[in-house]
């Protein structure tokens, strides 16, 4: 599986408040939530992106709230993988449960500008920097983890099971 | 072999049958409870539509508590509650507490003994890490996890390594849970304790009340935890006597158990800590702030500060006094039973003739859901938990975290002051 696209790069702490603020989190309509996806961070994310694009951020992404909402916006808005180098675990935990790619990789996160064009190889780890003509080495998933991701969620990594 | 554990550590391995973990290991846990709220409920009965398995594992496991825009704020928020109140009426789950007998989830379920000493508990709510003051295991999941969660009673865990805080002395008056958490929040950063617990040792917790206990715990999520957790005394039995029918476990950390890092907090050294826009990292004591922080208003509540001591400690702030004019001072009751508790102590007439309005219990403007957005420009000094860019309302409006002492006195004077 492999992602590729242009990278867009925020800094550290990007809350779940700012991915998706609360006054929207009424709505119930994928496409409508994608439509406010990190608006109070950056008012233009939604317009400027194409699918496919890459998310860079540094430490701690997706601190704050559970909301399930935060990955959902960003899959849904069509980015194909945040690349931080650390995420809030609950932010973590939920990507993966509902088959949002996700990858640390610090060296990544420093190097990464923002319009570079990206690729990542998930099955090896490796995130390629096609502007700069570099690749950094990202945390693999445990197995158990990459069941889920390769199921495209908890539910149907479930339902496979049982 | 002598293999020691940590104290979340041994909660684990007894919840996945196994007699030792270690710090990286991936556990299949069962669960005590599971929690979600009117937010992220609705996503949770979407997923359990798509699974294949039917039903819910057990109908008194499963807490259901609409609290965050409820009495409903709008339309959506309406069908949201409803299609909540429905699920929980097709699987007649036990704990479903609506209007009139909900609360802010984190003070309604020890209130209402669901959560006791030895728990493995899930929560779509990331606070859901409260309840590690009663000496459980509690950690904030997402939608999926808790619809997974209701189905099966069971969730995966990475076993987590631990940070350990010594805490010892006595703290003066006007020092609160609040403090201590924040002052912790100040020194390690909102990532600070990433993936780990945060384990709470020491002979200055005799010192802490339940309600101070339960801050600290609230907030182990903003240093990034997985979950925060007290150790057992005799404070906790009497409160879970009092509360709860349940049976308790105790667990205790090994002697030798190992710690990624450890602190010592002297709680007699600690002074009234405000977390000032728009990390909870912010902090500076009080008499650190040189220049007068005027605000616009004071929110005294929330999953992290609406319990009944925060509203005491309010009350003999509040006492006598006139909030300044030009500020609004909302206080939020967590639940009914602290609401009619504050009648009775003739609390709320404190509030109400100082210029403060009452609110029933709702998680609203922590979040900036409703009941005290702020526009533009404007100030709050609130006894919530998060201070992030917008969180309150207007991306240029700022929050700042502090006390209910602080606040109380803040909303007195106007800007952010310290009773003396």
Request: proline share 4%.
């Amino acid at each position: 599986m492999n992602a590729k696209g242009t990278a867009y790069k925020y800094g550290d702490n990007v809350d779940t408040d700012v991915i998706i603020p609360a006054r929207y989190l009424a709505i119930q309509d994928k496409d409508e939530l994608a439509g406010h996806c990190m608006e109070d961070i950056d008012k233009d994310f939604v317009k400027k992106i194409n699918k496919g694009d890459i998310l860079v951020a540094g430490k701690n992404f997706g601190c704050g709230s559970s909301r399930e909402h935060a990955p959902l916006v960003i899959k849904v808005s069509g980015i194909s993988c945040v690349i931080a180098e650390t995420f809030a675990r609950i932010f973590f935990r939920n990507a993966i449960n509902i088959g949002l790619p996700i990858i640390e990789c610090p060296e990544a996160s420093e190097n990464i500008e923002d319009g570079n064009e990206v690729e990542v190889d998930f099955d090896k780890g490796i995130i390629y920097n096609l502007t700069k003509k570099e690749e950094y080495k990202g945390q693999p998933f445990p197995e158990f983890m990459q069941k889920i991701i390769k199921a495209e969620g908890l539910v149907n990594y479930i339902n496979e099971e049982s | 072999m002598n293999r020691p554990m940590t104290m979340t550590q041994k909660i684990l391995a007894e919840h996945a049958s196994l007699p030792y973990v270690e710090a990286g290991q991936l556990i299949e846990a069962k669960l005590d409870l599971v929690l979600g709220n009117d937010i992220t409920t609705p996503v949770a009965i979407r997923e359990m539509d798509k699974m294949k398995k039917k039903g819910v594992f057990d109908k008194d496991k499963i807490a259901l508590v609409m609290d965050h825009f409820i009495p409903n704020k709008d339309i959506k928020s309406a069908e949201n509650c409803k299609s909540v109140r429905e699920f929980a009426c097709e699987h007649c789950i036990t704990n479903y507490y609506d209007v009139g007998e909900m609360g802010i989830e984190h003070a309604l379920l020890p209130e209402k003994g669901l959560t006791v000493a030895g728990d493995a508990i899930i929560g779509a709510d990331s606070h859901t890490c409260t309840y590690g003051a009663l000496g459980a295991f509690s950690t904030g999941v997402g939608s999926t996890d808790m619809a997974a969660g209701m189905a099966t009673g069971k969730a995966w865990f990475k076993v987590p390594s631990a940070i350990k805080f010594n805490l010892t002395g006595t703290p003066s008056k006007w020092i609160s849970g609040k403090d201590v958490i924040l002052h912790i929040i100040g020194m390690i950063g909102v990532d600070g304790a990433l993936y780990r617990s945060m384990e709470f040792t020491g002979d200055g917790i005799k010192h802490l009340s339940m309600d101070d206990r339960f801050t600290i715990a609230n907030m182990a999520i903003e240093a990034g935890g997985k979950n925060g957790i007290f150790p057992v005394d005799d404070l906790t039995i009497e409160y879970m006597k009092a509360h709860s029918s349940r049976p308790y476990k105790i667990f205790s950390a090994d002697e030798d158990a190992e710690y990624d890092e450890e602190y010592t907090i002297d709680l007699s050294s600690l002074k009234p800590t405000v977390a000032f826009p728009h990390l909870p990292e912010n902090t500076k004591t009080i008499d650190e702030i040189k220049e007068p922080v005027r605000i616009d208003q004071a929110v005294i509540g929330s999953c992290t500060n609406g319990r009944l001591d925060d509203l005491r400690i309010a009350a003999s702030v509040l006492k006598g006094k006139k909030v300044k004019k030009g500020v609004r001072c909302i206080i939020i009751p967590a639940t009914q039973a602290i609401y009619l508790k504050a009648m009775e102590e003739g609390l709320l007439k404190i509030f109400i003739e100082a210029g403060a309005v009452v609110s029933t219990p709702t998680c609203g403007p922590c979040l900036g859901g409703y009941m005290g957005i702020l526009a533009a420009g404007e100030r709050c000094i609130s006894t919530t938990n998060r201070n992030f860019v917008g969180r309150m309302g207007h991306t240029e409006s700022e929050v700042y975290l502090a006390s209910p002492a602080v606040a109380a006195m803040s909303a007195v004077n106007g800007y952010i002051s310290c009773p003396e």
